[in-house]
């Protein structure tokens, strides 16, 4: 089956926008969770929608958000870009009853 | 929470010999483990992974070893080969919520 798949692979924005990323997840997976990471930092948790809800949530300013549809497709918005949230955006999919827990490529952004 | 480290940030090895990759937390609770195989440019990706009621777990050419008194996890990779080289993380969760992640170990494979 397909796997976890992020768009879109690389973006480029200025401070001060807006960015919106896309994840769908593995077919049957309706838990979605999103990290970001860096060099610095590593993969920090950002959050987990489980079925249209926000199950979990990380340590992120109010600028993160996201969301998911009842396809289980998810996407998570950065307001307000700051040089620092340069980073590899990645999300992961499982089923939650199955163990696994599935990564996509990530969407690679840059702000400039 | 859960804190997870690596025991070395770097590990370079010989093509052919085996490789082990340590991982540390501090949940006891925690009954959920993964390792994970990171190349330049991709997503982590899926090797191994092993529940709380197991202490090891073998995969081809890997082998996750788990001790809960120590609460310690090792990664062990037999007859290490370039391709292996990577970044790996592991990831510990309990009762399937949040993940937590260790900082990486980047392992060199020298030809």
């Known amino acids: 089956k397909a796997g976890v798949t992020q768009t879109p692979r690389y973006l480029i924005k200025t401070r001060g926008q807006q960015v919106t990323l896309s994840c769908s997840p593995i077919?049957?997976?309706?838990?979605v969770s999103w990290y970001q990471q860096t060099p610095g930092q590593g993969l920090q948790f950002l959050f987990e929608?489980?079925?249209?809800?926000?199950?979990n949530k990380g340590n992120f300013p109010g600028r993160f958000s996201g969301r998911q549809f009842s396809n289980s497709r998810s996407e998570m918005n950065v307001s307000t870009l700051e040089l620092g949230d340069s980073a590899l955006y990645l999300c992961?999919?499982?089923?939650?009853?199955?163990?696994?827990?599935?990564f996509g490529s990530g969407t690679r952004l840059t702000v400039v | 929470g859960e804190n997870v480290g690596l025991h070395l940030p770097t590990l370079s090895v010989q093509e052919g010999d085996n490789s082990i990759i340590n991982c540390a937390y501090s949940?006891?609770?925690?009954?959920?483990f993964i390792w994970y195989k990171q190349e330049s440019g991709k997503g982590p990706q899926f090797i191994i992974d092993?529940?709380?009621?197991?202490d090891k777990r073998q995969g081809q050419r890997v082998t996750v070893l788990l001790n809960k008194t120590v609460k310690h996890l090792s990664l062990q990779i037999a007859a290490t080969q370039p391709g292996d080289s990577a970044v790996y993380f592991c990831?510990?969760?309990?009762?399937?919520?949040?993940?937590?992640f260790g900082s990486g170990t980047k392992l060199n494979v020298k030809p």
């Open positions: 992961a999919s499982s089923s939650r009853t199955d163990f696994g827990y599935t």
């Open positions: 077919s049957g997976h309706r838990s």
């Open positions: 929608y489980f079925s249209e809800t926000q199950r």
């Open positions: 949940n006891s609770a925690s009954d959920y």
């Open positions: 092993i529940r709380s009621n197991m």
């Open positions: 990831a510990v969760s309990y009762n399937f919520n949040k993940f937590y």
